[in-house]
């Protein structure tokens, strides 16, 4: 059976977009072949006494075993997706609270099977801006599986975005390694994202990893988020509007839009120390400012040479 889970706990907005994602689901996965069950991970299951759901509630002490041994909040998704395997098996989705379905989730799940697994989107590689921190951290750092093997890192190891977690119950063993790696990166690198890096590197290694970019939108920039906010606070809290399917109506063409940050990257065409000095270069004059006006006064130079051109 086909399960899409969510985790949402504490409080804030992220109540109303996982409303908005659920429903989003509800609306494309009417007259499914197959049944899909909706799993929401909670602290606060009345929240959604009105949604087709199914709730597990987590208490305060299991939220806090879930941050492990450095208190990281983003590592409870890691054992959301495992216990929901382990407890339902089949095939499953977990998706972000600031997600919305854009075509029918059958679509993400058919790439999700015995060695094939899904994640959002790749962002970006190491060797990219994005990417210099978590690699500077990792230069002299030895990493290794369960097993003892040595983990390779290099410059095009790339990072996938969380917001869609695709896996198969054959892949249950990975999400050990998934949590041992988060650990080992996290005591040395303590960053936001490396729960989403340790799922893009144990996913890319064992499994054929899809991505689920053109099937689910995943809005997490401030820029996207906080204009929809105010839609989600009017519609959604509106009581004269008793429908659920009528609050998605009128929520629809509100929704953030599918831009430029909704691509994966392309990894650069140029490789070695010549680009990587390059890349470097143009940052750095990127980053201090200098980079518009070397670009005026080259505009400026090929301006004049025209000029002084013979005709």
């Given at each position: 059976?086909?399960?899409?889970?969510?985790?949402?706990?504490?409080?804030?907005?992220?109540?109303?977009?996982?409303?908005?994602?659920?429903?989003?689901?509800?609306?494309?996965?009417?007259?499914?072949?197959?049944?899909?069950?909706?799993?929401?991970?909670?602290?606060?299951?009345?929240?959604?006494?009105?949604?087709?759901?199914?709730?597990?509630?987590?208490?305060?002490?299991?939220?806090?075993?879930?941050?492990?041994?450095?208190?990281?909040?983003?590592?409870?998704?890691?054992?959301?997706?495992?216990?929901?395997?382990?407890?339902?098996?089949?095939r499953l989705l977990?998706?972000?609270?600031?997600?919305?379905?854009?075509?029918?989730?059958?679509?993400?799940?058919?790439?999700?099977?015995?060695?094939?697994?899904?994640?959002?989107?790749?962002?970006?590689?190491?060797?990219?801006?994005?990417?210099?921190?978590?690699?500077?951290?990792?230069?002299?750092?030895?990493?290794?599986?369960?097993?003892?093997?040595?983990?390779?890192?290099?410059?095009?190891?790339?990072?996938?975005?969380?917001?869609?977690?695709?896996?198969?119950?054959?892949?249950?063993?990975?999400?050990?390694?998934?949590?041992?790696?988060?650990?080992?990166?996290?005591?040395?690198?303590?960053?936001?994202?490396?729960?989403?890096?340790?799922?893009?590197?144990?996913?890319?290694?064992?499994?054929?990893?899809?991505q689920a970019y053109?099937?689910?939108?995943?809005?997490?920039?401030?820029?996207?988020?906080?204009?929809?906010?105010?839609?989600?606070?009017?519609?959604?809290?509106?009581?004269?509007?008793?429908?659920?399917?009528?609050?998605?109506?009128?929520?629809?063409?509100?929704?953030?839009?599918?831009?430029?940050?909704?691509?994966?990257?392309?990894?650069?065409?140029?490789?070695?120390?010549?680009?990587?000095?390059?890349?470097?270069?143009?940052?750095?004059?990127?980053?201090?400012?200098?980079?518009?006006?070397?670009?005026?006064?080259?505009?400026?130079?090929?301006?004049?040479?025209?000029?002084?051109?013979?005709?």
């Amino acid at each position: 059976m086909k399960t899409l889970a969510y985790l949402c706990y504490g409080s804030g907005p992220h109540y109303d977009e996982l409303v908005f994602s659920v429903l989003s689901a509800v609306h494309r996965l009417r007259g499914a072949r197959t049944p899909c069950r909706i799993v929401v991970y909670t602290d606060t299951p009345g929240a959604f006494h009105d949604l087709p759901v199914q709730t597990e509630v987590l208490s305060e002490q299991t939220l806090k075993e879930w941050t492990g041994p450095f208190g990281y909040q983003y590592r409870r998704k890691i054992l959301v997706v495992k216990d929901a395997l382990e407890r339902f098996g089949g095939r499953l989705l977990f998706v972000d609270c600031d997600t919305y379905f854009a075509r029918h989730p059958d679509r993400a799940f058919a790439a999700v099977r015995p060695g094939h697994t899904l994640m959002h989107i790749a962002e970006y590689c190491l060797r990219d801006r994005s990417g210099w921190k978590l690699a500077a951290g990792l230069l002299d750092v030895d990493l290794r599986d369960l097993s003892g093997r040595r983990w390779q890192m290099t410059p095009t190891t790339a990072m996938f975005n969380s917001g869609v977690i695709g896996l198969h119950e054959s892949a249950l063993p990975l999400l050990d390694e998934v949590i041992h790696l988060n650990d080992e990166i996290y005591s040395h690198v303590p960053l936001t994202n490396i729960e989403q890096f340790a799922f893009s590197v144990c996913l890319s290694r064992h499994t054929r990893l899809h991505q689920a970019y053109r099937v689910v939108h995943h809005y997490w920039h401030p820029a996207e988020r906080e204009p929809f906010h105010r839609h989600l606070a009017q519609i959604l809290h509106d009581e004269t509007i008793a429908s659920p399917e009528e609050r998605f109506r009128r929520l629809w063409p509100h929704r953030p839009g599918q831009g430029v940050r909704a691509r994966p990257f392309k990894r650069p065409v140029k490789t070695g120390v010549r680009a990587e000095v390059v890349r470097a270069l143009h940052w750095t004059a990127k980053s201090s400012g200098l980079l518009g006006v070397m670009k005026v006064a080259a505009s400026a130079a090929r301006r004049r040479q025209r000029r002084l051109s013979p005709r």
